[in-house]
């Protein structure tokens, strides 16, 4: 059973389109994140949201917009792409209600290439 | 603010050599410390981490790390290594809030 899993994997689009990556976990954590990987490898966290509300946004361009259904999902969506936002994208989940020391679990990340 | 530094960028040992990867953090409490490996193409997976008690922590696949709070150190080491330890390694900081802070990782090659 995968634990974090991220849809699609690959994504390949042009400049100026809109576009979404989803995100789920079936491990009843409490709290998601997504953060950027650049291409020199600088991972970087965008946003968390805990029990579906907003927890941290790491000053990220407002054309990148989160979106949690539920607890057990973090959508993103990302307008206008442009081409500095080519980077492999990672979702993760963690339980901090109960544990600050929650582990963060990653997905397997979406490689995104705007051209 | 928090920070982390991994000052290699890369290393790469032998088959069967032992492995040091350094980690420093800026932080003023004490912090929560993690390391994660990254193989090619893939998530990343947690080798182990440090919240309190015993400074020398053991890990998953071989790896321990030790915390110097002296030295704001927490470097991850394994006596062998083997061909399939080559991918890229970040170590974390958080101070149990939401947000982890992660290094700009190590890529570790490895020689056979």
């Known amino acids: 059973d995968t634990a974090v899993s991220q849809t699609p994997k690959y994504l390949v689009t042009q400049m100026g389109n809109d576009k979404s990556i989803k995100c789920e976990q079936n491990l009843g954590h409490d709290t998601m994140y997504w953060y950027k990987q650049d291409s020199k490898k600088f991972l970087k966290i965008m946003f968390s949201?805990?029990?579906?509300?907003?927890?941290i946004n790491e000053t990220v361009p407002n054309r990148f917009s989160p979106k949690s259904p539920d607890k057990a999902h973090l959508n993103l969506h990302i307008n206008s792409l442009e081409l500095g936002d080519s980077a492999v994208y990672f979702c993760?989940?963690?339980?901090?209600?109960?544990?600050?020391?929650?582990?963060?679990?990653f997905g397997p990340g979406t490689r995104l290439l705007v051209l | 603010a928090q920070s982390v530094t991994q000052p290699d960028i890369h290393i790469t040992v032998s088959e069967g050599a032992s492995l040091e990867l350094r980690c420093n953090y800026s932080?003023?409490?004490?912090?929560?410390l993690f390391w994660y490996v990254q193989s090619p193409g893939q998530g990343l997976q947690l080798l182990l981490k440090y919240f309190s008690g015993d400074t020398l922590v053991q890990g998953i696949k071989g790896f321990e790390a030790e915390f110097k709070r002296s030295q704001s150190s927490f470097n991850l080491r394994k006596p062998s290594v083997h061909w399939s330890d080559a991918a890229e390694y970040f170590c974390?900081?958080?101070?149990?809030?939401?947000?982890?802070?992660f290094g700009t990782g190590t890529r570790l090659k490895v020689l056979a």
């Open positions: 949201y805990n029990n579906k509300e907003l927890i």
């Open positions: 974390a900081v958080s101070s149990g809030t939401y947000k982890y802070i």
């Open positions: 993760a989940s963690s339980q901090l209600a109960s544990s600050p020391q929650g582990d963060q679990y």
């Open positions: 932080y003023g409490a004490t912090p929560y």
